[in-house]
């Protein structure tokens, strides 16, 4: 962690750089130790002021304390900071989470059925690949209630085959088998 403290209107103290470097800590916890902070702290009449500018690859957080005390000052600068990168860091948890959810709803849904993204062959013929875990018939047929296409190309568990269950017109299901 790289930290650069200035000082305007007072000297910057050994107790001080000590007392801001013990606060700023944790924060290489959430960020990792690539980080570079930079705390300006200063001084007029009775109001002790401190900025702390906080910079990581992933975020940048700013925070002002501002107290008839210099530590106080710092520390609720640093709880500013904390506060917003708890924030941001719930969130990329809560995205992640949901990002697994959605996979896992989708394969549970039928969403799983096929490769995400079809591709298309030189002829304009879109491919897309089966799932290659084995269901039985009655799962086949949940996931065609489930999937954007009018049939679900499966293997069944039972033999071993390669199986389509298709939605007829009049709304009854077929099966084909090999």
Do not use: W
Not at 1 to 23: C, F, Q, S, W
């Amino acid at each position: 962690m790289n930290v650069e403290i200035t000082g305007r209107h007072l000297v910057v103290t050994p107790a001080l750089r000590t007392y801001v470097m013990r606060r700023l800590r944790k924060f290489s916890k959430i960020f990792g130790d690539d980080l570079s902070c930079h705390v300006i702290i200063d001084v007029a009449k009775a109001r002790h002021t401190a900025e702390i500018l906080l910079r990581s690859k992933i975020l940048t957080v700013a925070g002002k304390g501002e107290t008839a005390d210099m530590y106080a000052s710092i520390l609720r600068a640093v709880e500013k900071l904390e506060r917003q990168a708890l924030k941001h860091k719930a969130k990329v948890i809560e995205t992640k989470r949901q990002r697994v959810r959605a996979g896992s709803v989708a394969e549970k849904a039928g969403g799983g059925s096929a490769v995400r993204r079809p591709v298309r062959d030189s002829n304009g013929i879109e491919e897309e690949q089966a799932r290659k875990k084995p269901m039985a018939v009655e799962e086949a047929v949940l996931e065609l209630g489930h999937a954007k296409y009018p049939f679900v190309v499966f293997r069944n568990v039972d033999s071993g085959d390669v199986n389509v269950l298709y939605r007829k017109k009049d709304g009854s299901l077929g099966l084909i088998y090999t």
